[in-house]
Nanobody, 124 residues
């Protein structure tokens, strides 16, 4: 059974830090993404990672504040979030798949496997 199980998140004051984790099981994946959904908004891309060449990419609003990383041996991907802002408040989801072309990595519809979601709340 393929699963992505998330942990972490929570509440933090603006300027603080949180980390969310995602453990994949049941198969290997080449591409991971972190997405988020705020109330009234569509799910949006946050950060992505590809194991080959360990390439990473980010949406502009989180560059310099968020870091995606992973441990391939344990099939775990992390999203470290620093200097959090109230606008970062959302449910965060990890997603995984393989063989995505570069332009597809930003789209939630490209990923076939999803974690359960983790609430991140940033107080002002």
């Amino acid at each position: 059974q393929v699963q992505l199980v998330q942990s972490g998140g929570g509440w933090v004051q603006a300027g603080g830090s949180l980390r969310v984790s995602c453990v994949a099981s049941g198969r290997d994946f080449a591409d991971f993404g972190w997405f988020r959904r705020s109330p009234g908004k569509d799910r949006e891309f946050v950060a992505g990672l590809r194991w080959n060449a360990y390439s990473t990419w980010y949406r502009d609003s989180v560059k310099g504040r968020f870091t995606i990383s992973g441990d391939r041996g344990s099939s775990t991907v992390y999203l470290q979030m620093n200097n959090l802002e109230p606008e970062d408040t959302a449910v965060y989801y990890c997603a995984a798949d393989s063989g995505l072309i570069e332009s597809a990595r930003w789209s939630p519809g490209s990923y076939g496997f999803w974690g359960q979601g983790t609430q991140v709340t940033v107080g002002s």
